[in-house]
């Protein structure tokens, strides 16, 4: 999400400055200084001075009362960017999405980067930074295809790391290690050249499991899912 909050929202914050003539900018400050203080909700005591430095919380807080701050500071369509700022990501924040609520969540970002690029197109050396990576669109055989990527990582410890690769859990085993099949005698060596440390992968893995060997390689004889990935 910080995509969202350190990066776009940013972007929007600083050219609606850029926008806005030096008194509107005093009021804009003034009207952020003056929000009452309320449970959860960062109070900005000295107005947005400087935004360089607001975690992305401080971005969120700010989005429940920026549309009542930029409030006919300029045009209508300064406080309509931040509804429609507000509706997609809203949106974006779903844990899961229906065809339908795709159809809806492409909507509300066309919604809001059309108005963007309309009210701000004309500042001063202007770009787009990450507006366009907000989406890939993808065209298979004549059909457009939109999606968000993800990169999966698995962050865990040895036993966990144990789970995942299917190999021994204990230190004592004769292939401890979860990445490579260097012996436990020589873990330790550092002298070791690079065509003795080969390294595990579902390739020769899965070969030691379809060869009924998995005990010489300190491997569980199961078949590992992870092996069917690409």
């Known amino acids: 999400m910080h995509h969202l909050d350190l990066g776009l929202y940013h972007y929007q914050i600083e050219f609606t ?12 400050n003034r009207r ?7 449970p959860g909700l960062k109070i900005f ?3 947005l001075q400087s935004i360089a430095r607001l975690t992305a919380n401080e971005f969120r807080d700010l989005m429940k009362v920026m549309v009542f701050v930029v409030d006919n500071l300029h045009n209508k369509d300064l406080s309509e960017v931040y509804v429609k ?6 949106l974006s924040r779903l844990e899961t999405f229906k065809e339908s609520d795709l159809k809806i969540f492409q909507k509300a970002i066309d919604n809001w980067v059309n108005l963007f690029i309309k009210l701000f197109q004309n500042i001063s050396g202007l770009k787009f930074p990450k507006l366009h990576s907000w989406n890939i669109d993808l065209k298979i ?4 295809i939109w999606f968000y990527p993800r990169i999966s990582t ?3 410890d040895w036993p966990e790391a144990c789970t995942f690769s299917l190999t021994y859990k204990s230190s004592n085993s004769n ?3 979860h990445f490579c099949l260097v012996s436990k005698d020589n873990l330790a060596n550092t002298c070791l050249r690079k065509n003795q440390a080969v390294l595990r992968n579902k390739e020769n893995m899965k070969k030691y499991y379809d060869n009924d060997t998995t005990k010489e390689a300190s491997l569980e004889p199961v078949y590992n899912y992870f092996w069917d990935i690409p």
């Open 32 to 38: 952020i200084a003056e929000i009452p203080r309320h």
């Open 175 to 177: 292939y401890p290690c």
């Open 85 to 90: 700022w507000n509706e997609m990501y809203l």
């Open 154 to 156: 698995v962050i865990c």
């Open 141 to 144: 055989d004549g059909k457009r």
């Open 17 to 28: 400055k850029e926008l806005l003539s030096k008194s509107s900018i005093d009021k804009f």
């Open 45 to 47: 005591a000295e107005g």
